[in-house]
C-alpha cells in the first residue's frame, strides 16, 4: 500500500521504487536467461538433403530440412571434412547451404551447426563424379603388350568409387595424385591389326566418362622363331613357333608367292611364353624340282608379314589304294584308273609296269588329287608286273606297288591276284635308332611276321632303300629279326623319319617305328640303351 502522509511526493518516490525494482528485477532475469542459453545453445535438427548428392566440383545450393533453426546469423554447413556458409530462408525454414569443391568421390557426413560448435545429427551426402575433363594423355602411344605407363591432365578428377582409364572399351584403375592429374596402365590389347587407333577417356566412378582423345596401340608383328618340319611335300602340315603369335580367324601362311589358310592352336604348356602356335597345310608349288627352298611367312590378317624361316619342297611320295581294271590286253593300250595320294599333277608323274617306258599320268578333275589315270603300254606277251607310280622325274623315288596282268584278250578283265599279298609283319624295335646322313647304317629290325624272299622291302620314310642301295639292303635272318641298311638322306640334311617293312614288295607294309638321320658329329649325344 501507499502510505497517505507522504502526500503527492511521496507516491511519486514509491512508484519509481517499484519502476526501478521491476527494472533490476528483469535485468537480472536477462543477464541469467542468456548465461543459461549460452551455457546450453540449441542442437539444430536435419531431417534431409535437396538434393541429397553432387558434383565434386560443387557450386550447386543444397537445401537443408529440419529443425531448430536459428532466426538469426549464419550456419556452418559441413559436408565431411569441407564447409561452407549458409543462409536461412525465411519463407520456407529451411538451411541453404553452397556445395563446395571436394577432391573426394562418394559418401560424406553432412552436419549444420549455427555457431561453429554445436553440430546437428550428421546425415550422408554423396558427392559424384560429375563431368571429368581431359586435355592431354602422355604418352599417347602404347605397344599391344600394355605395361606403358600414361599420365592424363585435365579437370575435375576425383577418388572414391575407382576412378579409371578406359583404351576402347577395355578398362584399367586409375591413380589420381590432384584433381587435374592421374596416372594409368596400358592394357594387354589382342588384335590382329598392325594399328589400332583406340578412344581414350577418363571416368571417376566406371559409369561418366570425359571427352575422349585419340589413342594409337601398336601391334608388333609376328617374330616366328622355328618351323617343324623344314621339308615337306603338297598336303603336309608345318607348326610354326615364335613371339607376337595372336589367336586370329584370318591366319594365313605365305609359301613364296602362295598363301594358305592356317590355324592358330594354343600351346600344350600353360608355362610356354610362346603360347599360340600356327599350323599350316604345304601348298602346290608351281614346280617343285630340284627341291626348291623357300621363304615361309605368317600373318594374323592376312596383310602384315612376320619375318621369313625356310622350307625345303620335296616331291611326295605316291601311295596307291587301287587300280582298275586289274589287267589289259598285252596288244592293246588300255587306260586304267588308279587311286591313292600323294600325286603331283605335273610332267613328272608316270605310271611305271614293271620296266617298261614309263608313261604320263594325269590327276583326275574334282577327285581331290587321289586318282590319276593313265595308259598301259604294249607288251606283246602275257606277264604280271608290278604297278607303281612316281613324282620324281629321275624315276628313283617310286610308290608302293600293285600287281597288274598282261594277258590274251579272252582272259581280260578276268580278275585274278598275280601274287596273294602277304600278312604285314609287326615291328617291335630298331637298334641303332639313328643313322648317318650320308647312309649306309646297317640296322636291326624285331619284330615278327618276317617272311622271307625277293619281296621283303625295308622303307625309311616312304624312300624305299631297295632303290638307293638294291644289293645289300635287306637281309633276312628269321621271322622275328631282319636287317636292313639304311640309303643317304633323301633331304642330305638330318631329320626323324619313320621305318616300314614289307613282306610283299611294297603291297602292304608294317607299322612304323621312329627312326633319326644324324650327323656323325652328333653320334655321341644319341644313345640306345
Known amino acids: 500500500g501507499i502510505n497517505a502522509e507522504y502526500g503527492t511526493f511521496g ?40 538434393p541429397n548428392s553432387g558434383p565434386i566440383s560443387g557450386g550447386i545450393t543444397i537445401t537443408v530440412v529440419g529443425g531448430n533453426f536459428s532466426t538469426f546469423g549464419t550456419f556452418n554447413c559441413r559436408f565431411g ?20 569443391r571436394s577432391s573426394f568421390l562418394g559418401t560424406v557426413p553432412f552436419s549444420l551447426s549455427s555457431d561453429g560448435f554445436t553440430y546437428s545429427n550428421p546425415i550422408p551426402f ?14 599417347n602411344v602404347s605397344v599391344a603388350s600394355g605395361g606403358v605407363l600414361v599420365t592424363v ?14 583404351f576402347g572399351d577395355q578398362a584399367v584403375t586409375a591413380s589420381i595424385f590432384t584433381s587435374q592429374t592421374a596416372t594409368c596402365v596400358t592394357p594387354v590389347y589382342n588384335s590382329t591389326a598392325r594399328l589400332l587407333n583406340v ?11 570425359s571427352n575422349p582423345l585419340g589413342f594409337l596401340i601398336e601391334v608388333p608383328l609376328p617374330q616366328l622363331r622355328t618351323i617343324s618340319p623344314g621339308v615337306g611335300s603338297l598336303g603336309s602340315v608345318i607348326t610354326l613357333s615364335g613371339t607376337q603369335i595372336t589367336p586370329s580367324s584370318r591366319a594365313v601362311c605365305k609359301f613364296g608367292n602362295a598363301i594358305v589358310s592356317g590355324v592358330v592352336i594354343s600351346s600344350v604348356s600353360p608355362l610356354d611364353p610362346e603360347a599360340y602356335r600356327v599350323q599350316c597345310p604345304v601348298p602346290l608349288l608351281n614346280s617343285p624340282r630340284n627341291r626348291p627352298i623357300v621363304e615361309v611367312r605368317f600373318s594374323a590378317d592376312g596383310m602384315n608379314f612376320s619375318n621369313a624361316l625356310t622350307f625345303t619342297y620335296i616331291d611326295p611320295v605316291p601311295q596307291l589304294t587301287s587300280v582298275d581294271p586289274k589287267n589289259a590286253d598285252f596288244k592293246v593300250p588300255t587306260q586304267v584308273t588308279i587311286k591313292g595320294y600323294g600325286f603331283v599333277n605335273s610332267s613328272s608323274l608316270k605310271c611305271l609296269f614293271g620296266e617298261y617306258e614309263p608313261t604320263p599320268a594325269t ?26 607310280v612316281t613324282n620324281d622325274p629321275n624315276l628313283l623315288v617310286k610308290s608302293n606297288s600293285l600287281i597288274f596282268s598282261f594277258q590274251r584278250s579272252e582272259l581280260v578283265n578276268l580278275s585274278r591276284p598275280a601274287v596273294r599279298p602277304e600278312i604285314p609283319p609287326v615291328l617291335r624295335d630298331v637298334l641303332p ?29 616312304n624312300y624305299l632303300a631297295s632303290v638307293e642301295l638294291p644289293a645289300k639292303v635287306v637281309v633276312f635272318k628269321n621271322s622275328t629279326q631282319v636287317f636292313c641298311v639304311a640309303p643317304p638322306s633323301p633331304l642330305a640334311q638330318p631329320f626323324l623319319t619313320q621305318l616300314w617293312v614289307s613282306n610283299d614288295g611294297g603291297f602292304t607294309w608294317s607299322n612304323p617305328l621312329p627312326f633319326r638321320y644324324i650327323r656323325e658329329t652328333d653320334w655321341i649325344q644319341y644313345d640306345d640303351k
Open 81 to 100: 571434412t569441407f564447409q561452407s556458409t549458409g543462409n536461412l530462408d525465411r519463407t520456407t525454414s529451411r538451411v541453404l547451404c553452397p556445395l563446395p
Open 433 to 461: 635308332k639313328y643313322g648317318a646322313v650320308r647312309g649306309g647304317t646297317k640296322v636291326t629290325i624285331f619284330g615278327s611276321g618276317f617272311v622271307a624272299g625277293r619281296d621283303i622291302q625295308c622303307s625309311f620314310g
Open 199 to 209: 578412344s581414350f577417356t577418363f571416368s571417376n566412378d566406371g559409369v561418366v566418362r
Open 11 to 50: 507516491l511519486r518516490m514509491r512508484v519509481n521504487q517499484l519502476v526501478w525494482g521491476a527494472f533490476v528485477n528483469s535485468a537480472c532475469l536477462l543477464l541469467f536467461c542468456s548465461f543459461i542459453w549460452a551455457q546450453a545453445p540449441i542442437r539444430p535438427t536435419v531431417t534431409s538433403l535437396i
Open 153 to 166: 591432365y585435365g579437370s575435375n578428377f576425383a577418388l572414391g568409387f575407382g576412378p579409371k582409364c578406359y
Open 126 to 139: 554423396v558427392y559424384n563424379g560429375g563431368l571429368p575433363s581431359i586435355i592431354r594423355v602422355q604418352p
Open 363 to 388: 590327276v583326275l578333275v574334282n577327285s581331290s588329287g587321289r586318282t590319276i589315270v593313265c595308259t598301259s603300254p604294249y607288251t606283246g606277251y602275257q606277264l604280271d608286273v608290278r604297278l607303281r
